[in-house]
């Protein structure tokens, strides 16, 4: 577990993952309970919906109008680790099962298709809520395993 979050921590300063600004990752970074603000603003900023200096409640709006997120939400309201899933999920093609695909990605069969794909600890309960470092690590992984993110060396 070390090694990842060293090999995490190398990722964040080595590399620019999105452009968005630093301010708002070490918040991110340094939250004990990532928000709907906070994922939703890394979402869009991955999806280039939003501007470097752009706020939370202009990401949640930009998923919104792209219909990634399913209501209006409190950038300060706590995400469930279930609801993390499905928004970094909207950010890449996540092939899912049959249930997956029946229920139109639903978040529930999403974040099991993570489980599956190795991407979440089988153990992970989905109505956990994670820290931020947590948060950016699972982004991280995402990144790397469906791989259609660009990443930008410094």
């Known amino acids: ?14 590399f620019v993952v999105f452009a968005q600004s630093n ?22 900023s991955a999806q280039n919906l939003i501007s470097d200096d752009a706020s939370y409640d202009d990401a949640i709006q930009a998923l919104y109008d792209k219909g990634q997120i399913k209501s209006m939400v409190y950038k ?11 928004v ?15 229920t139109n990605n639903s978040p529930r069969y999403v974040f099991k298709q993570l489980k599956i794909d190795g991407i979440i600890d089988k153990a992970k309960d989905p109505s956990s809520y994670v ?24």
């Open 23 to 44: 301010d708002k990752i070490s918040e991110i970074l340094n939250s004990e309970q990532v928000t709907y603000g906070d994922v939703c603003y890394i979402s869009a």
């Open 1 to 14: 577990m070390k090694v990842k979050f060293l090999f995490l921590l190398f990722i964040l300063k080595s």
């Open 88 to 102: 970094y999920s909207q950010i890449w093609e996540v092939k899912g099962g049959l249930m997956c695909r029946l």
């Open 76 to 86: 300060d309201e706590k995400i469930p680790l279930v609801n993390i899933a499905f």
């Open 131 to 154: 820290s931020g470092q947590d948060a950016l690590s699972l982004y991280t992984t995402c990144a790397f395993f469906y791989g259609n993110q660009v990443i930008e060396i410094e």
